[in-house]
């Protein structure tokens, strides 16, 4: 079997996920110091966590999704969602 390389849409795909994996990284800190300090965290704060995550997490899925359906497509495969 032939060892493919990964093209440079894969690439560009799988490049731009690093920065969003450093926010969640980042925001997965502040809520674990949030939940060590045991002081009273408003609502609104927490809310705002999350919804960075979400958005996060949006983007780092779309970008899994293109990189994997162009390496579906470059191996003459169907255009599906890997999970």
Do not use: K, Q, Y
């Not at 795909?13 to 060590?36: D, V």
């Not at 609104?44 to 779309?62: K, N, T, Y």
């Amino acid at each position: 079997m032939a060892a493919t390389t990964a093209s440079p849409s894969d690439c560009r795909h799988l490049s731009a996920m690093e920065p969003e994996l450093r926010r969640l990284h980042g925001l997965m800190l502040t809520a674990r110091i949030m939940g060590e300090a045991h002081d009273h965290i408003e609502p609104d704060a927490i809310g705002a966590l999350a919804g960075c995550s979400v958005e996060i997490i949006e983007r780092l899925s779309a970008n899994w999704e293109l990189a994997f359906s162009s390496e579906a497509r470059a191996m003459g495969g169907e255009e599906g969602t890997h999970s």
